[in-house]
């Protein structure tokens, strides 16, 4: 079934950033045409905005699973590829210049990553779960290491270049992710990561940037902080002219110089409260509305071509 309207269970986690499990309560929705509900919540230890209390486990996995795979390709391929060359123009100073091993970790489509090959000799991989999409690796080049994202320490494989975009907020504990993707470099291995920027969000946040499959909600010191108890951090930046909407980090596998985490709780709170409050009742029935036709469409969509297929 493809959204449930049955009892969802959900429980409280320690903030991922600090694990401090102290924290309040900022916004209550919930998915149109469904029971799934977010709940976005502040650390009042370090100020982390994230989901809490949070989908079991078992739930969330239907959840990817049954209804967050058919919004694959509901982007253009053309987008797609101009996002990728992002990555391109971020971190080819630091790739060596003969061919090179890539590993997107949550790949998608896998659109992006073939895209990479028109401009370096590369030998593609990739981690992804979604079976909608992972069946049209082969004809791409790709080669599907694995499928699931809680057994990558156990892949005996390295790359030059590994690609965690718009991933990492996906993950209830982001720091194990990481620790799991060090197995996979080696001194020279660069490791990008780009997440939304918190800082960046735009109204009506409720609806266009609290949105069910995001557990994280970074900041660029918040994930600054993460990172660096892991790996060397050797650029980054909350947002740039290629892309204000996306925070990015360049990591080495050397310890670097380990980032204080401070506590943002006031300023976030402060923040985000007084956006919640503002935004309009008109404009956020309105988006709604356009949530409902969207998640209608999409639903009609994919059982149309199952149809076709028949």
Not at 10 to 27: A, G, K, N, W
Not at 51 to 74: M, T, V
Not at 159 to 174: A, G, Y
Not at 177 to 203: F, G, R
Request: with cysteine.
């Amino acid at each position: 079934m493809l959204i449930p309207f049955k009892k969802l269970e959900y429980h409280t986690i320690r903030c991922p950033v600090c694990t401090s499990d102290d924290f309040e309560q900022i916004l209550k929705s919930k998915l149109p045409l469904s029971t799934y509900k977010i709940n976005i919540s502040i650390c009042k230890s370090c100020g982390h905005i994230y989901q809490n209390p949070k989908l079991s486990n078992a739930d969330e996995y239907k959840f990817n699973k049954d209804f967050y795979g058919y919004f694959y390709g509901s982007k253009k391929d053309s987008e797609t590829e101009k996002e990728y060359k992002f990555i391109l123009d971020r971190t080819k100073e630091y790739l060596p210049s003969e061919k090179i091993s890539i590993l997107d970790v949550g790949a998608g489509t896998g659109i992006g990553l073939k895209s990479l090959s028109k401009y370096l000799d590369a030998e593609l991989s990739a981690i992804e779960s979604q079976e909608t999409v992972i069946q049209n690796y082969s004809s791409m080049g790709i080669s599907l290491v694995s499928t699931d994202f809680n057994n990558i320490k156990n892949i005996d494989l390295k790359f030059d270049l590994i690609i965690l975009r718009h991933t990492l907020e996906h993950s209830v504990n982001p720091e194990s992710l990481i620790i799991d993707l060090k197995h996979l470099m080696n001194s020279d291995t660069v490791l990008y990561i780009a997440v939304p920027n918190l800082q960046a969000a735009c109204s009506p946040i409720r609806f266009n940037f609290f949105i069910l499959p995001h557990l994280q909600y970074f900041s660029h010191d918040h994930l600054s902080h993460l990172l660096s108890k892991q790996l060397k951090i050797i650029n980054s930046q909350p947002g740039d002219q290629l892309c204000k909407g996306e925070m990015w980090f360049l990591l080495k596998r050397d310890v670097g110089k380990k980032i204080d985490l401070k506590n943002f709780y006031f300023q976030n709170s402060i923040h985000f409260k007084s956006i919640l409050r503002q935004e309009s009742k008109v404009s956020n029935l309105m988006v709604y509305l356009k949530k409902i036709m969207f998640v209608v469409y999409k639903f009609a969509s994919h059982h149309l071509k199952r149809t076709n297929k028949r």
